[in-house]
């Protein structure tokens, strides 16, 4: 008898050791953060030591990009491996009364690659890829485990009348001038119970933090909310008629109000860290923090204030570096080593076949973009991409590449498909301040060429016409 339950035991323990041999994934994607919003990437008014903690620790990158300038399309990109130019959703299109354009059925998904390769997969925050539902439901992109905003329209309201468990809509109990349920609170307590639960199994966790996109809203009580009032001394605004649900919620004190957003942010991030090496899960968890985009300007938030494009040109929807170039974190203890600075050129459709070698699983069938694990681990040739190339659907249209050194841009190309294109210097003005477009003509036409080979039309997102 003794020696039965010896030998389920040792089964046990080995078939615990076995599933933990793959490393867990979580994913962290702050919601329209800038370059700059960081300590760790030259901030100076928001404190953020629990990321600047995670880049000490592991690999921060410099020259990093989001999908695009906007929400969905650059999370699609995330999802897909495609860049905006051969992704199913390449703008924020609306969905009444609440979501967004769905994938399709027929997409083959980072989640559901995990899943392929074994793991639990969850999601926790916003969604913003398809209307509960619809084949676009993240339950039907790979995804066990939802909770938070399935509509990202829905998710600028830090206290909304309903958030999803799957497929459950749940009641909360905000109105517009009694809130609460904080969201993200309540997001937040579902991630840990999701590592909890999944401790004995390797697992993919994305934490689309809604954190600090607009409206600039905190519970009550916020202690770094009172912090930064006096830390900027900053006088209240005055706010002419009580807010009635629409638009962003109007904010008094937008400066300390963005700061404390990124702060319990960081928080958060903070006490992820701390469950997965109480759960001793640390050493064999790879975690990235990155952002969708660059910084916004909506709900009375002033980037300029905070220098949140750290320097670069444009802010969210724009495809000057600062609304493309993202602060971009890779942690894993052992594994990749500590306090490093990189300056591999990537972006979003990277993440999903670095992750598919790390889970043992054969890259995307279709996808743009390659693996980073050479650089993270230190382990064999890096591939560099000869282009990258972004698409933006709103203010008539932008086209870009980024070449090498060089960062190639088109504007309103929906009015005019041979509208003039920009061309920087990034090695020596990351700025983009000097259009060098009439002394180089022959890089001009290179990226021109990529721009015509690389855009295919999409008839829910038409942008250029076939001639």
Sequence with gaps: ?????????????????????????????????????????????????????????????????????????????????????????????????????????????????????????????????????????????????????????????????????????????????????YAPEMIQKRAMSFMEANQSKPFFMYLSYTLPHAALQLPDGDLSFEYYKKKFNEQPKMIKKEWDGKGYQPQAYPHAAYAAMVTRLDNYVGAVVAKLKALGLDKNTLIVFTSDNGPHREGGNEPEFFNSSGGFKGIKRQLTEGGIREPMIVAWPGKIKNGQVSDHVGAFWDFFPTFAALAGQPAPPQTDGLSILPTLLKKGKQQQHPFLYWEFHEDGGRQAVRMGKWKAIKEQVIRNPNAKIQLYDLSVDPQEISDLSENHPDIVKQALQIMQREHTEHKDFPFISKK
Excluded at 144 to 173: A, M
């Design 1 to 181: 008898m003794k020696k039965s339950i010896f030998t389920a035991l040792i089964i046990t323990l080995a078939l615990f050791s076995q599933a933990q041999q793959k490393p867990n994934v979580v994913f962290i994607l702050a919601d329209d953060m800038g370059y700059g919003d960081l300590g760790a990437y030259g901030q100076r008014l928001i404190e953020t030591p629990n990321i600047d903690r995670l880049a000490a620790d592991g690999m921060r990158f410099t020259q990093f990009y989001a999908g695009t300038s906007v929400c969905a399309p650059s999370r699609a990109s995330l999802m897909t491996g495609l860049h905006t130019g051969h992704s199913p959703i390449r703008g924020n299109y609306e969905i009444n009364p609440e979501g967004q354009l769905p994938l399709p059925d027929a997409t083959f998904t980072m989640p559901e690659m995990f899943k392929k390769a074994g793991y639990t997969t969850g999601c926790f925050g916003k969604w913003g890829m398809g209307y509960p539902g619809s084949e676009g439901d993240p339950v039907k992109q790979g995804i066990d485990q939802f909770y938070g905003y399935n509509c990202q329209r829905q998710s600028h309201n830090f206290f909304p009348d309903h958030l999803w468990d799957n497929e459950k809509r749940v009641e909360l109990n905000n109105t517009t001038t009694q809130q609460k349920d």
